[in-house]
């Protein structure tokens, strides 16, 4: 093994076995799990969700109550509605399928851009927020470093998550239930305390809010707590990615997410009550350089010594790392939506291979390597990232609702219970439309364009590969024609098994062609024919190479992993009757894996040790005109096999294939 290897399998661990029967059982994540990958986003905004919210309302703060109840509801009815859609696509519903499959490809595109956005701007301002928790209550000569080790964290992230989805949930379990622990312990003791002062607060709450609607009037009052709503939306930004997690998820997969959402609920909306109370009980104000989190809990602990000191200070380190969890929302799901579009041709095709791990890398790495950029652009500034932040998932919030609304429309007379369900759902459109309307107003001129901005480029960059995609389709369209021949031509030896034929028996001592094929179809027909053109009657013997791809898109369970299995086998055995068509001695061999390059690696040398003069050929699509964009849109991965087997010493011949 290479030092390389070794090093890599030290810090990302050895490769795993697609084939394993017992992998997704591994990989999957029970609700309490998923609870803690996915739902810390949601839970991580009451950091600074609540903040927003309370501190919107300037010197009107006992408005504050009628925020947290809005806010509640709201939670509810997103994770219902958000049930709803796991119910409908038990395979995985985020707002990218939900809008391609209820809306058009095209809206569901929209969605899909805005909620990658969103993802890269969750890890951004998790790990920047939890930085500068962290550094709050360091000396101020430190802080130069902020930035530095906020990068620090991304990267060290990036390579957990390389790791797999479990392990880094697993790492960071103890962080998030220090988070939990703490934060209820705070409220729950507010509450108590001050339970004998509860007639006062509704007291107080009916003053302050005739003295608002007096100063402010009625309308005034009105706009004021919805602005303070719409402020504070960010704590709902993690009830998506459940939805979209579902193919992680333990089976039965629809039961375990709606667990997931129940948990997520239920403790969203406790943590943002119960903090806003709080804050109206202790009279909390904003103090230079400390979160109003901050200044609750040293007035909470004041007088318990010591004691309090370094409750205070687990609480606050718990805040810091709860939002370096919350960056996992973007890291467990983010790679998925980008692989969910690759498949559809929205985005490169490479974004949705699975790593040796059996995790979307590329998918990783790009949404990791693109928060970073932000978070220096911006200098890792909360409040500009805060600004940012939000405005799209509520863009994918509403596509996802109002493709929910259409369906139940449609389908009134199948379903029984359609009125409450189009109830559900339409009452979420209208709060996501109305949050995100007000998000886009109050933030547009203060930076809210910039995020706009980039999810309108994304949008035309998805479109513009979409369209090479579409245009490379039309250029191949004449080589598949080669199948309608080929198909022909093997029709009266369809029913033989695969490796029978009218030539059954090899030749060792023969010359041998080894070919690697993606399938039976034009290009590796068309690679076929040009062996037998160029070299005659050269070779004696044929045989064909495929592996079959597990990617995101097919890696859901061991009876997909069969159905790969079950199609290359298909694939070879047309193969083979073709070549016995035409007298030649012909067999298949196949692999099921994650990388080409790496399984034809393996197969290489056991063909040569049954037949030493074999040469290995692969076909390679020509363009009119080549460009970085064409090479990076299309598959290259036959000159990194022939690099490979060049390193070994085997031959190998790349044929043109011009389109």
Known sequence: ???????????????????????????????????????????????????????????????????????????????????????????????????????????????????????????????????????????????????????????LLMVLNMRGIKESVLILTPIFLIFIATHVFIIFYSLIKHSSASGALVTSVTNEVHNSVN????????????????????????????????????????????????????????????????????????????TLNAVLFEQVTAGWGKFGYAFVLITLFSEATLLFVAAQAGFLDGPRVLANMANDRWFPTRFSALSDRLVTQNGILIMGGLALLVMFITGGSVKLLVVLYSINVFITFCFSQAGMVRHWWQARSQVKDWLKKFFINGTGLILCAFILV???????????????????????????????????????????????????????????????????????????????????????????????????????????????????????GRDEIGRIESEVKNDLARYIRFMNKQGFYAEGVFEVGTDVVEEVGNIAPKILARFPYAVFFGGQLIFPKDSFAVRFLHNYTVFAMQKKLYREGIPFVILPIRV
């Open 438 to 556: 007000s998000m886009v107003i109050m933030k547009f001129n203060e930076g809210g364009w910039i995020t706009l901005f980039f999810t309108g480029a994304a949008v035309s960059l998805a479109l513009l590969i979409k369209r090479h995609y579409y245009a490379t389709a039309k250029l191949l369209h004449r080589l598949n024609s080669l199948v309608t021949v080929a198909e022909s031509a093997e029709e009266s030896l369809a029913n033989l098994p695969l490796g029978a034929g009218l030539e059954t028996k090899p030749d060792p001592k023969a010359k041998t062609a080894v070919l690697l094929i993606s399938g039976f179809n034009g290009i590796g027909l068309h690679t076929l024919f040009g062996i037998i053109r160029l070299f005659g009657g050269v070779f004696k013997n044929f045989i064909f190479v495929q592996v079959g791809v597990v990617d995101a898109g097919n890696f859901k």
């Open 215 to 290: 100063q402010l009037g009625l309308w005034g009052a009105i706009f004021l707590v919805l602005k303070a709503y719409s402020m504070g939306a960010g704590t709902f930004t993690g009830i998506e990615a459940v939805s979209n997690g579902v193919p992680v998820l333990r089976d039965p997969k629809v039961q375990t997410a709606k667990r997931t959402m129940r948990y997520m609920a239920v403790s969203l909306s406790f943590l943002v009550l119960g903090l806003m109370i709080a804050y109206l009980l202790y009279q909390v104000t904003l103090q230079p350089g400390k």
């Open 1 to 155: 093994m290479s030092i390389i290897k070794r090093v890599k399998n030290l810090i990302i661990g050895k490769s795993r076995n697609p084939q394993d029967s017992a992998i997704f059982h591994k990989l999957s994540l029970i609700a309490f799990f998923a609870w803690i990958g996915l739902g810390a986003d949601g839970l991580s905004s009451s950091c600074y969700g609540p903040q927003e919210a309370f501190l919107a309302l300037g010197s009107h703060t006992y408005l504050s109550i009628f925020v947290a109840l809005g806010t509640v509801f709201t939670i509810f009815i997103i994770s219902t509605s958000y049930s709803q859609i796991i119910e409908l696509f038990p395979g995985g519903g985020g707002g990218y399928l939900v809008g391609s499959k209820l809306l058009s490809p095209t809206l569901g595109m929209i969605s899909g851009c805005a909620l990658l956005i969103d993802y890269v701007l969750t890890i951004a301002i998790s790990i920047a927020s939890g930085a500068d928790a962290l550094f709050s209550f360091m000396p101020m000569g430190l802080h130069a470093y902020r930035l530095a080790f906020a990068a620090i964290v991304v990267f």
